[in-house]
């Protein structure tokens, strides 16, 4: 099967919703692929319950739907994925699902792009031909865990990614040594302690820790 388009956009995350609208806004055909069976899969599948947007919702918006003037400050993730379905909802988006992009080049000839797409529920190939390409695949589609750390194919407990975690009702009671001290390392970590687990984290780098009383001192003062 081939098809030809405007605009190809790889992604139906954010940004690749966003892309979308903005060109069905000015009437511009283009096509959406996504691997998953679902837009928006790292919000759906492999986000923590308590996540929130940690910027503003000011700054996180998509383009021409703004957040209404009652929602807090910084979205919980449900109502963050409430919103992105309103959004392609309301712009008319219409990502093919189950599609896994295999090869993209550009064909010089036909001065327009050339993609090879899977589909995972009928096994087949599928060619697309477009104008322009739009890669909207993010950077955190894919759970890393180093296989070369001394005793990890010894330890008899569970071993999980980040994207992978829920919240930490099972936990409960339970040694969670949590690597990293990123925005889900640390969140992870203070849910983890909120249901009764005992948590160590380990930090690969110095860091500076503060104290809630101790930051809104800083804050006051520095301005």
Request: glycine residues 6%; charged residues 20%; hydrophobic residues 40%.
């Given at each position: ?40 899969s790292l919000w759906k599948k ?56 295999e090869s993209a080049s550009f ?117």
């Open positions: 099967m081939e098809r030809e388009t405007t605009v190809l956009i790889i992604g139906a995350g954010p940004a690749g919703l966003a892309t979308s609208a903005c060109l069905n806004l000015k009437s511009i055909p283009n096509i959406v692929l996504e691997r998953e069976d679902c837009c928006a492999r986000a923590y319950d308590r996540l929130k947007l940690h910027l503003a919702k000011q700054f996180c918006e998509l383009p021409n739907m703004p957040f209404p003037s009652n929602a807090p400050t910084y979205i919980p993730r449900k109502d963050f994925i409430r919103y992105l379905d309103d959004y392609v909802s309301y712009f008319n988006v219409s990502p093919f699902y189950n599609c896994t992009v064909d010089h000839s036909r001065r327009s792009w050339v993609v090879m797409a899977k589909n995972e529920v009928l096994g087949t190939m599928e060619k697309y031909i477009a104008k322009f390409l739009v890669v909207a695949t993010g950077e955190n589609s894919e759970g890393y865990i180093p296989q070369n750390i001394p005793g990890l194919d010894l330890f008899n407990g569970e071993v999980m990614h980040s994207s992978k975690y829920e919240n930490g009702k099972k936990f409960e009671k339970k040694k969670v040594l949590v690597i990293g001290s990123g925005n889900s390392g640390m969140e992870i970590a203070f849910d983890l302690s909120n249901w009764g687990a005992r948590t160590s984290v380990v930090v690969r780098s110095p860091v500076s820790a503060l104290s809630k009383i101790c930051f809104s001192y800083f804050f006051l003062n520095f301005f």
